[in-house]
Nanobody, 123 residues
Framework: QVQLVESGGGLVQAGGSLRLSCAAS????????MGWFRQAPGKEREFVAV????????DYANSVKGRFTISRDNAKNSVYLQMNSLKPEDTAVYYC????????????????WGQGTQVTVSS
């Protein structure tokens, strides 16, 4: 069982930056592929970014490539999402997810989820 707690959300103007953090309770955090999803009002949850166990492999949704960066610190059991050049369409609840499946070309799906953190980008 893994517990995930996100933080770092808030209100920011378009063009600004935020850094989301996700702290995991797992003693074997290094074994998990980690990722971020988001869900805007009235829309389905969508994939944002994923990172493998070592941090050496990442993948992003086309809508955030070049603006968002996912990273992890296994010593701190944490994963991060640095979001730059934010746009109003990035407004959503952002969720951290952990998967027991290895990083692959298949769509990332989470086995464990955090409660989410709200990101609001004003125009």
């Amino acid at each position: 069982q893994v517990q995930l707690v996100e933080s770092g959300g808030g209100l920011v103007q378009a063009g600004g930056s935020l850094r989301l953090s996700c702290a995991a309770s797992a003693r074997t955090f290094i074994r998990y592929t980690m990722g971020w999803f988001r869900q805007a009002p009235g829309k389905e949850r969508e994939f944002v970014a994923v990172i493998n166990w070592s941090g050496g492999r990442t993948d992003y949704a086309n809508s955030v490539k070049g603006r968002f960066t996912i990273s992890r610190d296994n010593a701190k059991n944490s994963v991060y999402l640095q979001m730059n050049s934010l746009k109003p369409e990035d407004t959503a609840v952002y969720y951290c997810a952990a998967s027991t499946r290895a990083f692959s070309n298949d769509a990332f799906t989470g086995d464990y989820w955090g409660q989410g953190t709200q990101v609001t980008v004003s125009s």
